[in-house]
C-alpha cells in the first residue's frame, strides 16, 4: 500500500530558530509533493507544491526563504522552517500525489515554537 | 477565492445508524474529490475518493456521490461505529494538485 513517513512527528524549537522535517513516499512514486500547514483549528494552508525536476511553487504568504524545499527524488523531500516564531506553529502536512490522482498524507510533523 | 464549503460542523449519531456529510464547492475546473478521516495527533488518511466523470463510489461503509451540476459532494457512513468518530475533511482540486479542504466535521458516534 501507499503509505508516506514524516519525521519527526512532533519538535519543540526556540524562536528564531529554524528546524527541517522530512517526508519520504514508501510504496509509490510521488509525482508531486505539495506541504501544508495545519492550524490549531484545524484549517489547512497550502505552502508549496513540489515537482520532481521542476520548479517549487510557493503559494502567496509562503516564501523559499522562509521555507525552503528540496526534492531531490520520486520518494524523498524535505521542508526546512527557518527562523520560527510562534505564528509559524501546527501540524505540517507532507502529501504525495500518485499516479492515479490520490493524495496520501503523513502522520504530520508537529511543530510547537517556544 | 476558490471556497469548498462542509456542513455539519459537528454532528452526533448512534452507534448503527447512518453519518451524512455534504460539501459544495465553486471552481467549475475541480475534478478530484478525495474525503479524509483525521484522528486527534494524526494526519488526514484518505478515506474514499471520486473523479468527476463518476456520481458515485462505494468502499464498504462508505459512499461518496458527486453532483457535476450543483457541485456538491457527499459522504454517507453506514452502520457507523464508535471506532469512526473523528474529524472528516473533503477537498477538491484539479487532478490532484493543490488540495482545497472543506472546514471539517466532527463525528461522534455512540455506542
Known amino acids: 500500500g501507499a503509505l508516506v513517513y514524516q519525521y519527526p512527528r512532533r519538535t519543540i524549537c526556540k524562536s528564531g530558530t529554524s528546524m527541517r522535517m522530512e517526508c519520504q513516499a514508501v510504496?509509490?512514486?510521488?509525482?508531486?509533493v505539495a506541504w501544508y500547514r495545519q492550524s490549531p483549528q484545524k484549517t489547512f494552508e497550502l505552502i508549496a507544491l513540489s515537482t520532481v525536476n521542476s520548479a517549487i511553487k510557493y503559494e502567496q504568504n509562503f516564501t523559499q526563504e522562509k521555507f525552503p524545499i528540496s526534492h531531490p527524488n520520486l520518494s524523498f523531500s524535505s521542508m526546512t522552517v527557518l527562523n520560527a516564531y510562534l505564528e509559524d506553529r501546527g501540524l505540517y502536512l507532507c502529501g504525495a500525489l500518485g499516479q492515479n490522482t490520490e493524495v496520501f498524507f503523513g502522520k504530520g510533523t508537529r511543530l510547537t515554537v517556544v | 477565492q476558490q471556497q469548498v464549503r462542509q456542513s455539519p460542523q459537528s454532528l452526533t449519531v448512534w452507534e448503527g445508524g447512518t453519518t451524512v456529510l455534504t460539501c459544495s464547492y465553486e471552481?467549475?475546473?475541480?475534478?478530484?474529490f478525495p474525503w479524509y478521516q483525521q484522528f486527534p495527533g494524526e494526519g488526514p488518511a484518505l478515506l474514499i475518493s471520486?473523479?468527476?466523470?463518476?456520481d458515485k463510489k462505494e468502499d464498504g461503509r462508505f459512499t461518496t456521490f458527486f453532483n457535476k451540476r450543483e457541485k456538491k459532494l457527499s459522504l454517507h457512513i453506514i452502520d457507523s461505529q464508535p471506532g469512526d468518530s473523528a474529524t472528516y475533511f473533503c477537498a477538491a482540486s484539479h487532478m490532484g494538485y493543490k488540495l482545497t479542504f472543506g472546514t471539517g466535521t466532527s463525528l461522534l458516534v455512540d455506542p
Open positions: 510504496g509509490f512514486q510521488a509525482t508531486s
Open positions: 471520486i473523479l468527476s466523470v463518476s
Open positions: 471552481d467549475s475546473t475541480f475534478n478530484y
